[in-house]
């Protein structure tokens, strides 16, 4: 699913780096958000 120019990102929760659960929503209208997304060190891709 490709996304418009625009158009919102679907929301989604992912675990940060210390193991709480964050949301894409918490961040709307509040600041920019950028995804960043690569595999762990040292481990097969």
Do not use: C, H
């Not at 996304?3 to 964050?22: C, H, M, R, W």
Request: a positive charge; hydrophobic letters at 40%; glycine letters at 6%.
């Amino acid at each position: 699913m490709a996304l418009i120019k625009g158009q919102y990102a679907p929301d989604f929760t992912l675990k940060n780096q210390d193991g709480v659960e964050s949301r894409l929503s918490d961040y709307r209208g509040k600041r920019n958000v950028v995804l960043a997304f690569f595999p762990l060190a040292w481990t097969p891709i």
